[in-house]
């Protein structure tokens, strides 16, 4: 990691975070040392307190750690589950503490599989356990541990986090420090505390929309990655939009919207009513027995102004002569006249699949003197897909042309998602096409610059 110094600013900014971001009728109360000094942690240990423990222990600590203790002897709240990080007197291997348990639990785990050998499931596992450094004295059902025995170029020893409730083993990082930071970012994820991590992340995520809606693909694609794991939910419904352009738009909007139902933000924004929710009933009518389908559930527990958006919605789509609305006026008019064209052409009233046969099967000889009758080629159901492919081959310039009409109908609508509640243009718009609309600059609407 470099000086020990480097763990200060990051310790400090980590303490001002926790403390901006406690909350005194959930949390337990903060130290009165913590609140006066601004800082979790302790003093530092002295070289001679870190030469005790490694002498103790029989092992050198890897630079990480000793730089960190000479910085903080122990640390407070190393994230929402670990409640105590030991100091140098307190460090111990797990096998010779009372959490001597996890390491007992995962070899009962090895014996109770029939399979052998070391790729047996849980061997591995039960072998770094038993072998680990214990970091942490106090968790919830979880513990930090680092492994003497998986050794970087650095001298850094692999760092592991282990939680009962978690659904993973033992999930490694490359070093404590990882770890620690690892700690750090999962804080940000569930509690989002104000202060200087927030409002970098937000201020990442406003020039990631920007350079989106420019033209940019990959690079923001990254940051609103970055940003999720920090727990800024803007990201994700600018991210959603993008990936959805890229390819299984029903799974993405599928997934952003069935954790998102308490998020009134979202659900009463325009961007919900005019593009979320004709993407949720399309998908609805698609999904299979076991997809995630969010409508119902809005329909039972979304907010009472939610729900009666919906009604109304699903309503008007099963009056006569229901059309979809794509943006404004213009560019609406612009993509009906490629949806019309295309609606109107005999392969897209043919049927998906040929008729059932009910009756009984009639096989009759062709006995006439002229040229046999040839099938109707819309019978087919491989030829009504290739006619329809070039169909809408043959459609997409105009549909690309009319995209320079769109525009975002808020700050965070970044891509003209709705489209694919159309089923003809939902077939048109490829992967590979879904990144051409993204890399053109568009949108002249709230927020640009």
Not at 239 to 268: C, E, V
Not at 290 to 319: I, M, N, Q, S
Not at 332 to 342: E, I, M, N, S
Request: proline share 8%.
């Amino acid at each position: 990691m470099g000086e020990c110094t480097a763990w200060r600013p990051f310790l400090e900014q980590w303490s001002a975070e926790w403390i901006a971001g406690h909350d005194p009728e959930k949390d337990a109360p903060l130290a009165p040392e913590v609140v006066r000094d601004a800082w979790l942690g302790f003093a530092p240990a002295s070289e001679t307190e870190v030469a005790a423990a490694e002498a103790r222990l029989g092992r050198r600590l890897p630079p990480s750690l000793r730089q960190f203790l000479q910085v903080t002897n122990g640390w407070r709240d190393a994230g929402n589950f670990i409640y105590r990080l030991a100091g140098a007197a307190e460090l111990e291997w797990l096998r010779d503490t009372d959490d001597r348990t996890w390491i007992e639990v995962w070899e009962d785990l090895v014996e109770d599989e029939d399979e052998d050998g070391e790729d047996a499931f849980g061997v591995q596992e039960a072998k770094i356990l038993a072998r680990s450094l214990r970091l942490s004295l106090e968790g919830d059902a979880a513990v930090m541990l680092l492994d003497p025995d998986d050794v970087d170029e650095d001298g850094e020893w692999a760092a592991y986090w282990l939680a009962s409730w978690s659904g993973e083993g033992p999930e490694r990082c490359g070093s404590f420090y990882d770890l620690v930071r690892r700690q750090w970012v999962s804080f940000h994820a569930l509690r989002k505390p104000p202060g200087a991590t927030r409002d970098h992340w937000d201020a990442e995520v406003e020039r990631a929309r920007c350079e989106a809606l420019a033209g940019a693909v990959d690079r923001p694609l990254a940051v609103f990655g970055q940003a999720h794991e920090y727990g800024r939910e803007r990201a994700d419904v600018l991210s959603m939009q993008m990936k959805a352009m890229l390819g299984d738009w029903r799974g993405h909007i599928a997934s952003l919207m069935w954790y998102r139902l308490g998020h009134d933000d979202l659900l009463l924004s325009p961007l919900f009513a005019a593009q979320l929710l004709p993407l949720l009933v399309r998908q609805d009518q698609l999904a299979h027995p076991h997809d995630l389908r969010p409508l119902p559930r809005l329909r039972e527990y979304a907010p009472a102004p939610v729900r009666a958006l919906v009604a109304d919605y699903e309503a008007r789509t099963a009056e006569p002569g229901f059309r979809l609305t794509f943006g404004g006026p213009e560019f609406d008019a612009a993509v009906h006249a490629v949806t019309d064209r295309l609606t109107g052409h005999p392969a897209f009233q043919a049927p998906d699949e040929p008729p059932d046969r009910t009756g009984p099967i009639v096989v009759s000889l062709y006995a006439g003197g002229g040229p046999r009758p040839e099938a109707d080629p819309l019978s087919d159901p491989a030829k009504v897909g290739a006619a329809r492919a070039a169909l809408c081959d043959e459609a997409w310039p105009e549909l690309h042309a009319a995209l320079r009409l769109w525009e975002p109908v808020c700050d965070d609508h970044i891509a003209p998602i709705s489209l694919f509640a159309d089923p003809v243009l939902a077939q048109m718009i490829t992967p590979d096409r879904g990144r051409e609309i993204l890399a053109a600059p568009r949108g002249t609407g709230p927020g640009l610059p």
